[in-house]
Protein backbone atom coordinates (compact mmCIF):
# COMPACT_ATOMS: atom_id res chain seq x y z
CA UNK A 1 0.00 0.00 0.00
CA UNK A 2 1.53 3.44 -1.42
CA UNK A 3 1.14 6.39 1.56
CA UNK A 4 -0.19 9.89 0.53
CA UNK A 5 2.38 12.19 0.78
CA UNK A 6 0.51 14.44 3.65
CA UNK A 7 2.60 17.41 3.39
CA UNK A 8 0.85 20.09 2.69
CA UNK A 9 1.95 23.97 1.97
CA UNK A 10 1.31 26.48 4.83
CA UNK A 11 -1.85 28.66 4.69
CA UNK A 12 -1.29 32.31 4.52
CA UNK A 13 -3.25 34.02 7.57
CA UNK A 14 -6.91 35.69 6.05
CA UNK A 15 -9.53 37.46 7.63
CA UNK A 16 -12.41 35.86 9.02
CA UNK A 17 -14.44 38.45 6.26
CA UNK A 18 -12.30 36.88 3.35
CA UNK A 19 -14.06 33.15 3.89
CA UNK A 20 -17.39 34.60 3.38
CA UNK A 21 -18.63 35.80 -0.01
CA UNK A 22 -19.14 39.39 -0.38
CA UNK A 23 -22.82 38.96 -0.05
CA UNK A 24 -22.55 37.31 3.09
CA UNK A 25 -20.03 40.06 4.45
CA UNK A 26 -22.83 42.80 3.39
CA UNK A 27 -25.43 41.53 4.87
CA UNK A 28 -24.64 39.10 7.70
CA UNK A 29 -21.63 40.47 9.08
CA UNK A 30 -21.19 44.09 8.73
CA UNK A 31 -22.70 46.19 11.23
CA UNK A 32 -25.99 47.85 10.51
CA UNK A 33 -27.81 49.24 13.93
CA UNK A 34 -29.88 51.39 11.26
CA UNK A 35 -32.03 48.28 10.64
CA UNK A 36 -31.20 46.49 13.01
CA UNK A 37 -34.64 45.28 13.70
CA UNK A 38 -36.32 45.05 10.01
CA UNK A 39 -34.98 41.31 9.62
CA UNK A 40 -37.47 38.81 9.01
CA UNK A 41 -37.26 35.90 11.20
CA UNK A 42 -35.56 33.51 8.41
CA UNK A 43 -33.35 36.51 7.64
CA UNK A 44 -32.56 36.84 11.24
CA UNK A 45 -32.15 33.48 12.47
CA UNK A 46 -29.06 32.97 9.71
CA UNK A 47 -27.50 36.01 10.31
CA UNK A 48 -27.26 34.85 13.86
CA UNK A 49 -25.90 31.74 13.14
CA UNK A 50 -23.51 32.76 10.36
CA UNK A 51 -22.17 35.69 12.44
CA UNK A 52 -21.93 33.04 15.51
CA UNK A 53 -19.45 31.18 13.52
CA UNK A 54 -17.64 33.91 12.45
CA UNK A 55 -17.04 34.88 15.85
CA UNK A 56 -15.61 31.67 16.84
CA UNK A 57 -13.36 31.35 13.27
CA UNK A 58 -11.45 34.43 15.65
CA UNK A 59 -9.79 31.99 17.05
CA UNK A 60 -9.03 29.33 14.78
CA UNK A 61 -5.55 28.09 14.99
CA UNK A 62 -5.15 26.86 11.40
CA UNK A 63 -5.19 28.52 9.12
CA UNK A 64 -4.52 31.43 11.34
CA UNK A 65 -6.68 34.47 10.69
CA UNK A 66 -5.65 38.19 10.88
CA UNK A 67 -8.40 38.64 13.56
CA UNK A 68 -7.75 38.76 17.06
CA UNK A 69 -9.70 36.24 19.19
CA UNK A 70 -12.97 38.07 20.15
CA UNK A 71 -15.93 37.21 22.29
CA UNK A 72 -19.43 38.13 23.33
CA UNK A 73 -20.75 38.46 26.96
CA UNK A 74 -24.31 39.69 27.12
CA UNK A 75 -25.73 40.69 30.67
CA UNK A 76 -28.99 40.10 31.59
CA UNK A 77 -30.67 42.16 33.72
CA UNK A 78 -33.95 44.16 34.97
CA UNK A 79 -37.23 43.44 36.12
CA UNK A 80 -38.92 39.97 36.85
CA UNK A 81 -41.35 38.65 34.47
CA UNK A 82 -40.02 40.90 31.72
CA UNK A 83 -39.49 38.56 29.39
CA UNK A 84 -35.50 37.74 30.16
CA UNK A 85 -36.24 33.84 30.00
CA UNK A 86 -38.36 34.05 27.06
CA UNK A 87 -35.49 36.02 24.85
CA UNK A 88 -32.77 33.78 25.29
CA UNK A 89 -34.78 30.47 24.87
CA UNK A 90 -35.64 32.06 21.55
CA UNK A 91 -31.91 32.66 20.93
CA UNK A 92 -30.74 29.26 21.84
CA UNK A 93 -33.17 27.99 19.67
CA UNK A 94 -31.92 30.49 16.59
CA UNK A 95 -28.13 29.91 16.52
CA UNK A 96 -26.29 26.62 17.30
CA UNK A 97 -26.67 25.86 21.15
CA UNK A 98 -23.48 24.24 21.41
CA UNK A 99 -21.43 27.69 20.55
CA UNK A 100 -23.78 29.67 23.08
CA UNK A 101 -23.10 29.19 26.82
CA UNK A 102 -25.69 30.23 29.46
CA UNK A 103 -24.91 31.06 33.11
CA UNK A 104 -27.62 32.26 35.57
CA UNK A 105 -26.90 33.98 39.03
CA UNK A 106 -30.08 35.48 41.42
CA UNK A 107 -27.49 37.74 43.44
CA UNK A 108 -26.07 37.14 46.41
CA UNK A 109 -24.09 39.34 49.51
CA UNK A 110 -20.29 40.01 47.51
CA UNK A 111 -18.27 37.74 49.26
CA UNK A 112 -15.40 38.96 51.90
CA UNK A 113 -12.39 40.26 50.91
CA UNK A 114 -13.34 39.76 47.17
CA UNK A 115 -13.68 42.75 44.28
CA UNK A 116 -17.48 42.10 43.36
CA UNK A 117 -16.56 41.22 39.96
CA UNK A 118 -14.42 38.17 41.51
CA UNK A 119 -16.54 35.55 42.19
CA UNK A 120 -18.02 35.78 38.70
CA UNK A 121 -14.73 35.53 36.66
CA UNK A 122 -14.31 32.00 36.21
CA UNK A 123 -17.50 32.24 34.00
CA UNK A 124 -16.14 34.30 31.35
CA UNK A 125 -16.61 33.07 27.81
CA UNK A 126 -13.50 32.15 26.43
CA UNK A 127 -12.95 34.32 23.11
CA UNK A 128 -14.82 32.94 19.75
CA UNK A 129 -17.59 32.43 21.88
CA UNK A 130 -20.97 34.41 22.69
CA UNK A 131 -22.51 33.93 26.40
CA UNK A 132 -25.41 35.03 27.52
CA UNK A 133 -25.40 35.64 31.92
CA UNK A 134 -28.55 36.15 33.45
CA UNK A 135 -27.97 38.46 37.13
CA UNK A 136 -24.21 38.45 37.12
CA UNK A 137 -22.51 40.90 38.85
CA UNK A 138 -25.03 43.13 38.64
CA UNK A 139 -27.30 40.92 40.89
CA UNK A 140 -24.92 40.98 43.52
CA UNK A 141 -24.72 44.74 43.56
CA UNK A 142 -28.59 45.14 43.38
CA UNK A 143 -28.90 42.79 45.89
CA UNK A 144 -26.64 44.63 48.13
CA UNK A 145 -27.98 47.86 47.23
CA UNK A 146 -31.84 46.38 48.03
CA UNK A 147 -30.46 45.27 51.31
CA UNK A 148 -29.30 49.00 52.21
CA UNK A 149 -31.97 50.96 50.78
CA UNK A 150 -34.79 49.35 52.44
CA UNK A 151 -33.31 48.79 55.76
CA UNK A 152 -34.33 52.85 55.47
CA UNK A 153 -37.97 52.27 54.70
CA UNK A 154 -40.38 51.77 57.15
CA UNK A 155 -40.73 47.76 56.39
CA UNK A 156 -37.57 46.20 55.69
CA UNK A 157 -39.20 42.65 56.86
CA UNK A 158 -40.37 42.69 53.20
CA UNK A 159 -36.37 42.83 51.91
CA UNK A 160 -36.02 39.64 50.86
CA UNK A 161 -37.72 35.98 50.66
CA UNK A 162 -33.66 34.66 51.59
CA UNK A 163 -34.28 33.94 55.43
CA UNK A 164 -30.42 33.19 55.79
CA UNK A 165 -29.09 36.87 54.88
CA UNK A 166 -26.87 38.32 56.60
CA UNK A 167 -28.05 41.00 59.40
CA UNK A 168 -28.43 44.26 57.70
CA UNK A 169 -27.00 46.19 60.45
CA UNK A 170 -23.70 45.32 59.59
CA UNK A 171 -23.98 47.09 56.51
CA UNK A 172 -23.75 51.13 56.47
CA UNK A 173 -27.47 52.37 56.45
CA UNK A 174 -29.08 55.22 54.64
CA UNK A 175 -25.82 54.97 52.21
CA UNK A 176 -26.75 53.14 49.52
CA UNK A 177 -26.76 55.66 46.93
CA UNK A 178 -22.88 56.06 47.83
CA UNK A 179 -22.48 52.53 48.19
CA UNK A 180 -23.65 51.89 44.19
CA UNK A 181 -21.81 55.20 42.72
CA UNK A 182 -18.56 53.29 44.43
CA UNK A 183 -19.47 50.06 43.35
CA UNK A 184 -20.54 51.03 39.54
CA UNK A 185 -17.03 52.70 39.36
CA UNK A 186 -15.34 50.11 40.08
CA UNK A 187 -17.35 47.67 37.34
CA UNK A 188 -16.89 50.22 34.65
CA UNK A 189 -13.28 50.41 35.00
CA UNK A 190 -13.74 46.60 34.90
CA UNK A 191 -15.73 46.28 31.96
CA UNK A 192 -13.57 48.58 29.91
CA UNK A 193 -10.68 46.22 30.48
CA UNK A 194 -13.13 43.39 29.37
CA UNK A 195 -13.11 45.08 26.13
CA UNK A 196 -10.30 46.38 25.66
CA UNK A 197 -9.17 42.82 26.08
CA UNK A 198 -11.43 41.54 23.45
CA UNK A 199 -14.48 40.26 25.59
CA UNK A 200 -16.89 42.59 24.19
CA UNK A 201 -19.82 43.30 26.24
CA UNK A 202 -23.75 43.81 25.83
CA UNK A 203 -26.14 44.77 28.42
CA UNK A 204 -29.73 44.37 28.23
CA UNK A 205 -31.93 45.47 30.94
CA UNK A 206 -35.89 44.12 30.74
CA UNK A 207 -38.20 45.63 31.94
CA UNK A 208 -42.19 45.75 32.41
CA UNK A 209 -44.68 47.83 34.80
CA UNK A 210 -45.62 47.08 37.95
CA UNK A 211 -49.15 45.75 36.46
CA UNK A 212 -47.85 43.34 34.21
CA UNK A 213 -45.75 42.03 36.52
CA UNK A 214 -48.26 41.06 39.27
CA UNK A 215 -50.59 39.73 36.10
CA UNK A 216 -47.47 37.15 35.36
CA UNK A 217 -46.84 36.45 38.76
CA UNK A 218 -50.74 35.07 39.29
CA UNK A 219 -51.02 32.87 35.92
CA UNK A 220 -49.91 29.34 35.91
CA UNK A 221 -46.47 29.34 34.41
CA UNK A 222 -43.95 28.54 36.66
CA UNK A 223 -41.53 30.67 38.21
CA UNK A 224 -37.92 30.72 38.08
CA UNK A 225 -36.26 31.73 41.73
CA UNK A 226 -36.23 35.17 41.67
CA UNK A 227 -33.45 37.68 40.64
CA UNK A 228 -32.26 39.83 43.85
CA UNK A 229 -34.04 37.85 46.30
CA UNK A 230 -36.52 40.86 46.74
CA UNK A 231 -40.43 39.94 47.00
CA UNK A 232 -41.71 41.05 43.50
CA UNK A 233 -45.52 41.07 45.16
CA UNK A 234 -44.78 43.99 47.08
CA UNK A 235 -45.17 47.24 45.78
CA UNK A 236 -43.53 49.19 48.57
CA UNK A 237 -40.33 46.73 47.18
CA UNK A 238 -40.88 47.24 43.45
CA UNK A 239 -40.80 51.03 43.90
CA UNK A 240 -37.85 51.18 45.66
CA UNK A 241 -36.17 48.73 43.08
CA UNK A 242 -37.13 50.79 40.25
CA UNK A 243 -36.01 54.12 42.04
CA UNK A 244 -32.17 52.15 42.37
CA UNK A 245 -32.87 50.97 39.06
CA UNK A 246 -33.33 54.46 37.51
CA UNK A 247 -29.99 55.70 39.47
CA UNK A 248 -28.13 52.84 37.99
CA UNK A 249 -29.52 53.38 34.70
CA UNK A 250 -28.70 57.09 34.48
CA UNK A 251 -25.18 56.42 35.47
CA UNK A 252 -24.60 53.45 33.02
CA UNK A 253 -25.18 54.68 29.66
CA UNK A 254 -24.26 51.40 27.77
CA UNK A 255 -27.60 49.72 28.67
CA UNK A 256 -30.05 48.82 26.25
CA UNK A 257 -33.24 48.81 28.01
CA UNK A 258 -35.78 46.32 26.51
CA UNK A 259 -39.77 46.77 27.16
CA UNK A 260 -41.17 43.34 28.23
CA UNK A 261 -44.80 43.67 27.90
CA UNK A 262 -44.66 41.54 25.11
CA UNK A 263 -42.87 38.94 25.63
CA UNK A 264 -42.53 37.98 21.72
CA UNK A 265 -41.84 41.15 20.45
CA UNK A 266 -38.59 41.65 23.39
CA UNK A 267 -36.87 38.85 22.31
CA UNK A 268 -36.94 39.79 18.37
CA UNK A 269 -35.22 42.55 19.86
CA UNK A 270 -33.24 40.77 22.23
CA UNK A 271 -32.00 38.85 19.04
CA UNK A 272 -31.41 41.55 16.72
CA UNK A 273 -29.28 43.36 19.61
CA UNK A 274 -27.24 40.06 20.09
CA UNK A 275 -27.13 40.01 16.07
CA UNK A 276 -25.33 43.75 15.74
CA UNK A 277 -23.32 43.28 18.99
CA UNK A 278 -21.57 39.89 17.43
CA UNK A 279 -21.59 42.02 14.32
CA UNK A 280 -19.52 44.71 16.11
CA UNK A 281 -17.21 42.47 17.83
CA UNK A 282 -15.94 41.13 14.35
CA UNK A 283 -15.63 44.21 12.89
CA UNK A 284 -13.62 45.46 16.01
CA UNK A 285 -11.57 42.08 15.53
CA UNK A 286 -10.20 42.76 12.52
CA UNK A 287 -6.30 43.92 12.19
CA UNK A 288 -4.02 45.09 9.26
CA UNK A 289 -0.99 43.88 8.67
CA UNK A 290 1.57 46.16 6.99
CA UNK A 291 5.19 45.18 6.41
CA UNK A 292 4.69 42.10 8.18
CA UNK A 293 4.00 43.71 11.51
CA UNK A 294 0.54 44.02 13.07
CA UNK A 295 -0.67 47.60 12.99
CA UNK A 296 -3.32 48.93 15.90
CA UNK A 297 -6.93 48.42 15.25
CA UNK A 298 -8.86 50.56 12.54
CA UNK A 299 -11.65 52.25 14.30
CA UNK A 300 -14.94 50.76 14.56
CA UNK A 301 -18.62 50.91 15.82
CA UNK A 302 -18.46 51.05 19.29
CA UNK A 303 -19.74 48.00 21.48
CA UNK A 304 -19.70 50.32 24.37
CA UNK A 305 -19.41 53.79 25.16
CA UNK A 306 -15.79 53.39 26.94
CA UNK A 307 -14.43 51.66 23.99
CA UNK A 308 -13.14 54.30 22.24
CA UNK A 309 -9.42 54.65 23.05
CA UNK A 310 -8.46 58.08 24.45
CA UNK A 311 -5.28 58.89 22.15
CA UNK A 312 -2.07 57.69 24.15
CA UNK A 313 0.40 59.74 25.34
CA UNK A 314 4.15 59.30 23.41
CA UNK A 315 5.67 56.11 26.34
CA UNK A 316 8.76 58.10 27.48
CA UNK A 317 11.11 55.21 29.37
CA UNK A 318 12.26 56.30 32.92
CA UNK A 319 15.91 57.12 33.99
CA UNK A 320 16.92 53.61 35.34
CA UNK A 321 17.28 53.88 38.79
CA UNK A 322 20.80 53.27 40.72
CA UNK A 323 19.10 51.06 42.91
CA UNK A 324 18.72 48.39 40.16
CA UNK A 325 22.06 48.87 39.28
CA UNK A 326 24.61 49.27 42.24
CA UNK A 327 23.67 46.22 43.51
CA UNK A 328 24.94 45.87 47.39
CA UNK A 329 26.98 42.67 48.54
CA UNK A 330 26.34 43.09 52.18
CA UNK A 331 27.32 39.57 53.54
CA UNK A 332 26.07 37.66 56.26
CA UNK A 333 27.42 35.25 58.50
CA UNK A 334 25.73 31.54 58.14
CA UNK A 335 25.11 31.74 62.22
CA UNK A 336 23.47 35.46 62.38
CA UNK A 337 21.39 34.18 59.07
CA UNK A 338 19.89 31.09 60.78
CA UNK A 339 19.60 32.89 63.78
CA UNK A 340 17.68 35.71 62.41
CA UNK A 341 15.60 33.60 59.74
CA UNK A 342 13.87 31.61 62.63
CA UNK A 343 12.96 35.07 64.63
CA UNK A 344 11.59 36.55 61.35
CA UNK A 345 9.43 33.31 60.38
CA UNK A 346 8.12 33.01 63.53
CA UNK A 347 6.75 36.38 63.70
CA UNK A 348 5.67 36.13 60.22
CA UNK A 349 3.42 33.25 60.99
CA UNK A 350 2.09 34.63 63.88
CA UNK A 351 1.12 37.89 62.03
CA UNK A 352 -0.54 35.91 58.89
CA UNK A 353 -2.65 33.82 61.61
CA UNK A 354 -3.28 37.10 63.59
CA UNK A 355 -4.82 38.74 60.32
CA UNK A 356 -8.20 37.28 60.97
CA UNK A 357 -9.26 35.34 57.34
CA UNK A 358 -8.41 38.22 55.16
CA UNK A 359 -6.97 37.64 51.96
CA UNK A 360 -3.18 38.29 51.01
CA UNK A 361 -0.98 38.19 47.85
CA UNK A 362 2.48 37.88 47.52
CA UNK A 363 3.62 38.68 44.02
CA UNK A 364 7.47 37.81 43.47
CA UNK A 365 9.28 39.39 40.32
CA UNK A 366 12.34 39.67 39.62
CA UNK A 367 15.52 38.67 36.99
CA UNK A 368 16.44 35.17 36.06
CA UNK A 369 17.95 33.38 39.08
CA UNK A 370 17.40 36.48 41.95
CA UNK A 371 16.25 34.60 44.22
CA UNK A 372 12.59 34.05 44.24
CA UNK A 373 11.75 30.53 45.02
CA UNK A 374 14.44 30.48 47.22
CA UNK A 375 12.34 33.86 49.01
CA UNK A 376 9.84 32.03 49.01
CA UNK A 377 10.65 28.90 50.61
CA UNK A 378 11.55 30.92 53.41
CA UNK A 379 8.21 32.63 53.36
CA UNK A 380 6.52 30.01 53.93
CA UNK A 381 8.21 27.56 55.81
CA UNK A 382 6.61 28.55 59.01
CA UNK A 383 3.40 27.58 57.72
CA UNK A 384 0.92 24.98 57.39
CA UNK A 385 0.79 24.04 53.49
CA UNK A 386 -2.89 23.92 53.91
CA UNK A 387 -2.88 28.10 54.47
CA UNK A 388 -1.56 28.61 51.35
CA UNK A 389 -1.27 27.67 47.36
CA UNK A 390 1.99 29.02 45.39
CA UNK A 391 1.52 29.35 41.85
CA UNK A 392 4.32 29.18 39.73
CA UNK A 393 3.73 31.16 36.42
CA UNK A 394 4.82 30.71 33.01
CA UNK A 395 3.74 30.89 28.93
CA UNK A 396 -0.37 30.94 29.20
CA UNK A 397 -1.64 27.11 28.41
CA UNK A 398 -3.73 27.82 24.77
CA UNK A 399 -7.11 28.06 26.51
CA UNK A 400 -5.96 31.20 29.17
CA UNK A 401 -5.02 33.19 25.95
CA UNK A 402 -8.66 32.54 24.90
CA UNK A 403 -9.67 35.06 27.57
CA UNK A 404 -8.70 38.57 28.90
CA UNK A 405 -4.82 38.92 29.73
CA UNK A 406 -5.53 39.45 33.73
CA UNK A 407 -8.40 36.03 33.07
CA UNK A 408 -5.65 33.55 34.22
CA UNK A 409 -4.71 35.53 37.85
CA UNK A 410 -8.20 36.34 38.40
CA UNK A 411 -9.15 32.54 38.75
CA UNK A 412 -6.21 32.01 41.15
CA UNK A 413 -7.33 34.35 43.72
CA UNK A 414 -8.06 33.54 46.98
CA UNK A 415 -11.65 32.77 46.60
CA UNK A 416 -14.32 32.83 49.53
CA UNK A 417 -16.28 30.61 47.56
CA UNK A 418 -14.05 27.45 47.33
CA UNK A 419 -13.55 24.49 49.81
CA UNK A 420 -9.84 25.81 50.17
CA UNK A 421 -9.14 26.62 53.76
CA UNK A 422 -5.97 28.94 52.08
CA UNK A 423 -6.52 32.45 51.76
CA UNK A 424 -2.86 33.06 50.85
CA UNK A 425 -1.65 32.99 47.23
CA UNK A 426 1.78 33.62 46.33
CA UNK A 427 2.74 34.01 43.16
CA UNK A 428 6.35 32.98 41.56
CA UNK A 429 6.26 35.45 38.50
CA UNK A 430 2.91 37.89 38.37
CA UNK A 431 0.54 39.65 35.92
CA UNK A 432 3.23 41.73 35.32
CA UNK A 433 4.72 39.17 32.96
CA UNK A 434 2.78 41.36 30.02
CA UNK A 435 4.97 44.47 30.74
CA UNK A 436 8.45 42.71 31.70
CA UNK A 437 9.17 39.30 29.46
CA UNK A 438 5.73 39.97 27.04
CA UNK A 439 7.39 43.12 26.35
CA UNK A 440 10.96 42.73 25.48
CA UNK A 441 10.12 39.66 23.72
CA UNK A 442 7.49 40.98 21.56
CA UNK A 443 4.85 38.79 22.50
CA UNK A 444 2.53 41.71 23.24
CA UNK A 445 1.62 44.55 20.64
CA UNK A 446 2.46 47.82 21.91
CA UNK A 447 -0.98 48.91 22.60
CA UNK A 448 -1.27 46.11 24.93
CA UNK A 449 1.66 46.12 27.22
CA UNK A 450 1.48 50.11 27.71
CA UNK A 451 -2.39 50.26 28.41
CA UNK A 452 -1.52 47.28 30.87
CA UNK A 453 -0.07 49.65 33.25
CA UNK A 454 -3.16 50.78 34.21
CA UNK A 455 -5.21 47.63 34.02
CA UNK A 456 -3.16 46.41 36.39
CA UNK A 457 -3.05 49.22 38.66
CA UNK A 458 -6.68 49.13 38.65
CA UNK A 459 -7.05 45.29 39.66
CA UNK A 460 -4.50 45.70 42.34
CA UNK A 461 -6.47 48.89 43.62
CA UNK A 462 -9.89 46.66 43.27
CA UNK A 463 -7.83 43.74 45.29
CA UNK A 464 -6.93 46.45 48.45
CA UNK A 465 -10.26 48.09 48.14
CA UNK A 466 -12.16 45.04 48.90
CA UNK A 467 -9.52 44.21 52.13
CA UNK A 468 -7.20 42.37 50.49
CA UNK A 469 -3.19 42.95 51.19
CA UNK A 470 -1.24 43.34 48.56
CA UNK A 471 2.84 42.87 48.83
CA UNK A 472 4.92 42.81 45.77
CA UNK A 473 8.77 42.30 45.62
CA UNK A 474 11.16 42.93 42.71
CA UNK A 475 14.74 41.16 43.02
CA UNK A 476 17.31 42.65 41.53
CA UNK A 477 21.13 41.05 41.48
CA UNK A 478 23.91 42.16 39.09
CA UNK A 479 24.80 40.83 35.65
CA UNK A 480 28.04 39.18 36.82
CA UNK A 481 25.88 37.68 39.71
CA UNK A 482 23.45 36.08 37.53
CA UNK A 483 26.36 34.31 35.59
CA UNK A 484 27.45 32.57 39.04
CA UNK A 485 24.27 31.45 39.71
CA UNK A 486 23.72 29.74 36.20
CA UNK A 487 26.97 28.23 36.46
CA UNK A 488 26.48 26.79 39.96
CA UNK A 489 22.80 25.47 38.71
CA UNK A 490 24.48 23.74 35.68
CA UNK A 491 26.98 22.24 38.03
CA UNK A 492 24.74 21.24 40.20
CA UNK A 493 22.64 18.12 38.79
CA UNK A 494 19.40 18.67 41.52
CA UNK A 495 19.25 22.66 40.07
CA UNK A 496 19.39 21.79 36.30
CA UNK A 497 16.05 21.79 36.11
CA UNK A 498 16.29 25.65 37.21
CA UNK A 499 18.23 26.64 33.81
CA UNK A 500 16.87 26.76 30.69
CA UNK A 501 18.02 27.76 26.98
CA UNK A 502 15.98 31.06 27.44
CA UNK A 503 17.47 31.72 30.42
CA UNK A 504 20.76 31.68 28.83
CA UNK A 505 19.45 33.95 25.70
CA UNK A 506 17.90 36.94 27.94
CA UNK A 507 21.18 37.76 29.14
CA UNK A 508 21.90 39.19 25.74
CA UNK A 509 18.62 41.26 26.62
CA UNK A 510 19.47 42.33 30.22
CA UNK A 511 19.62 46.10 29.23
CA UNK A 512 15.88 45.59 28.11
CA UNK A 513 14.88 44.05 31.34
CA UNK A 514 16.38 46.04 33.78
CA UNK A 515 14.60 49.43 31.15
CA UNK A 516 11.52 47.23 31.33
CA UNK A 517 11.57 46.97 35.34
CA UNK A 518 12.34 51.04 35.68
CA UNK A 519 9.15 51.55 34.03
CA UNK A 520 7.09 48.83 35.76
CA UNK A 521 8.38 50.08 38.82
CA UNK A 522 7.40 53.65 37.95
CA UNK A 523 4.35 52.80 36.50
CA UNK A 524 3.21 50.54 39.27
CA UNK A 525 4.21 51.54 42.50
CA UNK A 526 1.06 53.38 44.27
CA UNK A 527 -0.21 53.45 47.76
CA UNK A 528 -2.18 50.82 47.82
CA UNK A 529 0.03 48.29 46.21
CA UNK A 530 3.62 49.74 46.87
CA UNK A 531 6.82 47.68 45.27
CA UNK A 532 9.67 46.47 47.87
CA UNK A 533 12.62 46.01 45.53
CA UNK A 534 15.51 43.86 46.99
CA UNK A 535 18.75 45.21 45.78
CA UNK A 536 21.21 42.75 46.84
CA UNK A 537 23.67 39.64 45.27
CA UNK A 538 23.64 38.29 49.24
CA UNK A 539 21.08 35.42 48.91
CA UNK A 540 20.67 35.16 52.67
CA UNK A 541 20.13 38.60 53.15
CA UNK A 542 17.81 38.78 50.26
CA UNK A 543 15.30 36.34 52.22
CA UNK A 544 15.49 38.16 55.33
CA UNK A 545 14.55 41.61 53.43
CA UNK A 546 11.53 39.78 52.08
CA UNK A 547 10.69 38.22 55.56
CA UNK A 548 11.38 41.95 57.16
CA UNK A 549 9.16 44.15 54.48
CA UNK A 550 5.96 41.48 55.11
CA UNK A 551 6.30 41.63 58.65
CA UNK A 552 6.00 45.19 58.02
CA UNK A 553 3.04 45.08 55.49
CA UNK A 554 1.32 42.77 57.90
CA UNK A 555 1.66 44.34 60.87
CA UNK A 556 0.41 48.07 59.29
CA UNK A 557 -2.48 46.08 57.92
CA UNK A 558 -3.79 44.32 61.02
CA UNK A 559 -3.46 47.54 63.13
CA UNK A 560 -5.28 49.66 60.24
CA UNK A 561 -8.39 47.34 61.00
Not at 206 to 230: C, G, M, N, W
Not at 482 to 506: M, S, V
Request: hydrophobic share 35%; charged share 25%.
Amino acid sequence: MSKKNDTTEPKAPQAVSTQFNEQVVEQRLKPNPLSQFSLDEDSLRLALVTAQYALKATRQQTPPTLNKPTGLLVLVNGMEQAGKGTAVKQLRQWVDPRLLKVEATIGHSPLEYQPIWQAHTSEMPRHGDVMVYFGNWYADLLYNVMRLATSDSENPEVLSNNEDQTDSSSLPIAQWQKYLQQQLDILKAFEKDLVANQTKLLKCWFHVDIETLHSRLKDSEADPQFLYQIDWNDKQVIEKFNEVAATLLRQQGDWVIIDGDDKVEAADNFCHLVLNAMQTALASSHIDIKDNETSENHPHPKTQEFESDIEQKQFEPVPIPKQLTSIKNKKISKSDYREALAEKQARLAELLRARQGQHVVFAFEGMDAAGKGGAIKRLVAPLDPREYQIYNIGAPMLYETQHPYLWRFWTRLPDEQTNRISRIAIFDRTWYGRVLVERVEGFASTDEWQRAYDEINRFEADLAAAGTLVIKYWLAIDKKEQLKRFEDRQDTPHKQFKLTDDDWRNRDKWSDYVQSAADMLARTDTTTAPWCVIATNEKRQARLDVLDHAIEQLLAFIESK
